[in-house]
């Protein structure tokens, strides 16, 4: 079965550290994608790939990297966290399909406290 | 930029009664929804995937899309308690400009 992965599941931070969110899929999908959600927005997204080697800002890139090393394994860093940082993370993989079109594969979440 | 707007916010509904949940969106060149389901901050599954004007039934799960509305709905037949979860809505134009815009989602609540 298609699986995505995400370390930690919790994780608190200080305001300052650096933090790094892992993803990993086993769907072999070309595109990966990381979101945040919080209360009244939604899902946002702030950087997705297209494969190995790719990284893409979103909508919200500020104040994040990633990081896309293999077909498999997709990392959000905060280099410097801050407390607006606080949310729940998804991962997600996907591949288009006929259309063009593409169904999200989605990871767990990590909850991320930065205080 | 697409909006993606749902409503109601939140929905109660007593087991057994038809569920009905909105999306809008702006783009008229939109061509693919998806629906997906979230239970308590976990992550989302799709529901059902629609394409063209009309609807698409999965099981329990029927989407309605009219494009020239600019409107898409999920109706969900005989509700169980079990359905409790945010139910999100995905829209996208597909092609090579595939983004895909998320809804706010809808929270509903299936009471036994």
């Known amino acids: 079965e298609a699986a995505v992965t995400q370390s930690p599941r919790n994780k608190v931070a200080v305001t300052g550290g650096k933090v790094t969110l892992s993803c990993n899929q086993t769907n072999n999908h070309n595109n990966m994608y990381w979101y945040r959600q919080d209360t009244g927005h939604g899902l946002r997204l702030i950087h997705y790939?297209?494969?190995?080697?790719?990284?893409e800002k979103g909508d919200i890139p500020d104040g994040y990297k990633a990081s896309r090393p293999s077909q498999e394994n997709f990392s959000l860093i905060l280099e410097l966290a801050t407390p607006s940082q606080t949310s729940v993370y998804f991962c997600a993989s996907g591949v288009p399909d006929w259309a063009s079109a593409e169904t999200l594969y989605f990871g767990s979440g990590t909850r991320l406290t930065v205080l | 930029q697409q909006k993606v707007q749902q409503s109601p916010e939140s929905l109660t509904v007593s087991e057994g009664a038809m569920a009905s949940l909105n999306c809008t969106f702006s783009?008229?060149?939109?061509?693919?929804f998806r629906w997906y389901r979230q239970h308590s901050a976990k992550g989302l599954e799709v529901l059902v995937s629609?394409?063209?004007?009309g609807e698409k039934e999965e099981g329990r799960f029927t989407a309605h899309l009219n494009r020239a509305n600019l409107h898409v709905s999920l109706h969900i037949r005989e509700p169980q308690p079990s359905d409790s979860a945010v139910y999100l809505c995905a829209v996208s134009m597909g092609g090579s400009n595939n983004r895909i815009f998320f809804g706010d989602g809808t929270q509903l609540v299936v009471k036994p």
């Open positions: 790939s297209y494969g190995a080697g790719s990284t």
């Open positions: 783009d008229g060149t939109s061509n693919n």
């Open positions: 629609i394409f063209s004007d």
